[in-house]
């Protein structure tokens, strides 16, 4: 039996709720609301038989790869998964609400590449992945250099998003739907990168419909990886580069590394060149993943593979 992708997963929460989270945090304070939301995430620790299996998955593939023997799975390193992604959870409220300062952010640019293209008035697509915090791009935007950030994404909700971001005085970061890329949005972020803005997608899901996908080996197997992002480069001929938001040492790290300056291809040759930056970005994400072993937040079966069904 296939599993259910993982855009055809129902959404559990709706901006109502999000909206409350959001003011019972503002209200009550971290402190007060870290234990109901851990309640919560072991809820779904201990019903989600799905999520646990792979993420234990996750976990042992990282371990045979690396050859790191303290990696492989266990019952306890499934369940600090997600107590992982109960902090980063309360991590996003705090960004939400504005709790989250620039002094709690390292901005990590050993080429100073973030600096160089803002000085020249050029924008660029930044390729992340859901590994760490997405929501911390935000302080990205306000690092002092004032960028705009373009948050590329496939849900349907991206304006309530919008708005709660709004409510919560973010003014240089937006989240923008492009489930389909039509022309009147290629058009939209083209005029985006002109301005010097910059634009942000995820690099590691494969949207539900119309999705080309490049399979390649990641931590040792294969898995289906979006071409998305790598057709939108190459159409807007712009600088790619990556981008990771990771809690190192309870600080987060923004991690940027220049990975192309343009994408070009012949009409040929066209799978061949996306299918090759496909396979350095998930080298790269290989990578990173060792850095933050338990900050993936993929929680589906990301190589499609039969897998035991111990949890």
């Known amino acids: 039996m296939n599993p259910q992708h993982w855009a ?29 939301l851990y309640l919560i995430v072991l809820y779904f620790y201990l019903f989600g038989a799905k999520a646990r299996r792979s993420i234990r998955q996750y976990q042992r593939n990282l371990a045979n790869w690396s050859g790191r023997a303290e990696l492989h799975p266990s019952r306890l390193s499934v369940l600090r998964h997600f107590m992982s992604f109960a902090d980063a959870l309360l991590d996003k409220l705090d960004v939400w609400n504005g ?11 050993p080429s100073n590449a973030c600096t160089q293209l803002h000085q020249q008035g050029r924008g660029q697509m930044l390729v992340a992945a859901h590994l760490g915090n997405l929501e911390v791009c935000r302080a990205l935007a306000e690092l002092g250099e004032q960028v ?13 998003f919008n708005r709660l971001l709004g409510e919560a005085g973010s003014t240089h970061l937006r989240l923008i739907q492009v489930s389909e890329l039509d022309a009147a949005i290629m058009l939209q972020l083209s005029e985006r990168l002109e301005r010097g803005e910059w634009l942000a997608i995820a690099g590691d899901r494969v949207p539900l419909k119309g999705s080309r996908k490049a399979n390649v080996d990641f931590l040792g197997k294969s898995a289906a990886f979006p071409q998305g992002p790598w057709l939108l480069a190459g159409l807007l001929q712009c ?25 070009q291809w012949k009409r040929s040759e066209r799978d061949e060149v996306i299918r090759h930056w496909t396979q350095r970005y998930a080298d790269q994400l290989a990578q ?18 039969d897998d035991d069904t111990s949890a």
């Not at 990556?242 to 220049?258: M, T």
Request: proline share 5%; hydrophobic share 45%.
């Open 99 to 109: 709790k989250l300062g620039l002094e709690q952010v390292t901005l990590v640019d």
């Open 239 to 263: 600088p790619v580069s990556l981008i990771h938001c990771l809690k190192i040492d309870n600080r987060y790290q923004v991690i940027i590394e220049p990975f192309a300056e343009r994408l």
């Open 8 to 36: 055809g997963q129902r959404e559990r929460g709706s901006f109502i709720l999000m909206k409350f989270t959001a003011w019972l945090a503002r209200v009550l304070g971290r402190r007060l609301i870290s234990p109901l």
């Open 288 to 305: 990173r993943c060792l850095d933050a072993p338990l900050q993936w937040f993929n929680f589906y079966p990301f190589w499609n593979e």
């Open 148 to 160: 705009t950030m373009n948050v590329l994404v496939h849900t349907k909700h991206a304006e309530q």
